[in-house]
């Protein structure tokens, strides 16, 4: 008898998970903010929906640091006396599970053509590819803020890319497949047009490289101060 309760129970439990996994996605359907983190390449819905769990309201961050320290992604800064601030490793406070999703949403990113991928390349070129991978979540954390803040979207966006995201979730949520018809997402089944949004946001990655090309990554030079600049006469 134990053991028919116990099957009945792992039975019962099996079906609920099915139900939950089946209609979680539901309620996000109409989520404006789910969708736009999704125009973001890296960001799924697995990744856009922990990130809208962990924020909440995103008026609660005055501005985007807040919320990069909200995550943990912040740099460690360590002091003492009058010596200059040395940055050390990010903190890894607040939010861990809602900071990996962005590190592999960074991962991710990093591989897709865009301006994310340029700025990946540029900083593992001078710190190491981990940094870069770091960094790279930083920066998502930044664009996550202004595109909630100020409802838009990504603005180097796939649209057809987007639309398949926004169509896999519609499964996830239960929606029938509409076999013989052709929605926003059949786009992305199109090669030449897979292409063509290609070509597009690679043109704004080479654009942003050639931006930061003359930035220096230690920033400017400080004048020396005290007897260096004293005037010999």
Known sequence: MPSNGICASSTGSARTSRSSSAIWPVRHLADEGVKRLMTIPGVDMVVALAIVAAVGDVGRFEQSQKLVSYLGLNPSVRQSGSAPAYHGRITKQGRGHARGMLVEAAWAAARAPGPLRAFFLRVRARRGQHVAGVATARKLAVLIWHLLSKDESYVWARPALHARKLRDLEL??????????????????????????????????????????????????????????????
């Open 172 to 233: 996830k949520a239960g929606h029938k497949a509409e076999r013989g018809q052709r929605g926003a997402a059949h786009a992305y089944n199109i090669k030449s047009h897979r292409d063509q949004e290609r070509r597009w946001v690679e043109q704004a990655e080479t654009a942003y490289a050639r931006f930061v090309a003359g930035w220096n990554p230690r920033g400017p030079k400080r004048a020396r101060t005290g007897a260096a600049t004293e005037v010999r006469r």
